[in-house]
């Protein structure tokens, strides 16, 4: 059963087109991530938030946006697509508890900008 | 920095070897995870361990919260294990090693 869902795993998109890559959680987690992964420099974060209509930088946001209306979904925004967001990007959620912590990933999505 | 180091980075084993990967963190976690990453990139999340020892099929996972160490084993390796494995840790967020490439030649 599928409990992080990113809206599509492979997109092809072309320079200066706006981006959306979505992400939908159905476990009422409150945190929420975006990475991307690339070869020799694994997964860096991008944006994470911690509840609705809050969002944090990571080590990486230039050049993205986020958006979070709902706790549910998370999206990642490329204003204005460039070739070197060519990247797997990756959806996480997690819920800390007390006692422990729930977390799953997505399944990612592979981007290309022609 | 790497908060997560795997070893080795690449791995090579014969069909039915027993094969380990090794993961050392720095940071303090919450819980740790193995995830799978096949040619083609689809990711999927193998285990989420915070204590002791999971095992699913042949794969085992095992933690050890004072060393700050895991390892993933696979009995009996079969070609279809060729993948990428990627150590992740959660803390306040995610952190992640850069993944173990292994190779099963039947």
């Known amino acids: 059963d599928v409990k992080v869902t990113q809206s599509s795993r492979y997109l092809v998109k072309r320079t200066g087109e706006k981006v959306f890559l979505e992400c939908v959680q159905d476990?009422?987690?409150?945190?929420m991530f975006w990475y991307r992964q690339d070869p020799g420099l694994g997964l860096r974060l991008i944006y994470f938030?911690?509840?609705?209509?809050?969002?944090e930088k990571g080590d990486i946001p230039e050049g993205y946006s986020v958006s979070r209306e709902k706790k549910e979904r998370f999206s990642l925004i490329l204003e204005s697509a460039s070739t070197n967001q060519t990247s797997m990007y990756l959806c996480?959620?997690?819920?800390?508890?007390?006692?422990?912590?729930?977390?799953?990933f997505g399944q990612g999505t592979r981007l290309t900008v022609v | 920095k790497n908060e997560v180091e795997q070893s080795p980075q690449n791995l090579t084993a014969q069909e039915g070897e027993f094969i380990t990967i090794n993961c050392s963190y720095s940071?303090?976690?919450?819980?740790l995870h193995w995830l799978q990453q096949h040619p083609g990139g689809g990711i999927v999340s193998l285990f989420m361990?915070?204590?002791g020892k999971k095992k699913h099929g042949r794969l085992i996972a095992t933690i050890n919260i004072q060393e700050k160490h895991s390892s993933l084993h696979i009995t009996a390796s079969h070609p279809r294990d060729s993948a990428v494995y990627i150590c992740?840790?959660?803390?306040?967020?995610?952190?992640f090693g850069t993944g173990t490439s292994l190779t099963v030649i039947p």
């Open positions: 996480a959620s997690s819920l800390w508890n007390r006692d422990s912590i729930e977390a799953f």
């Open positions: 476990m009422d987690h409150e945190n």
């Open positions: 938030s911690y509840d609705v209509k809050m969002k």
């Open positions: 940071v303090g976690i919450s819980a």
């Open positions: 361990l915070s204590s």
């Open positions: 992740a840790v959660t803390g306040n967020q995610f952190y």
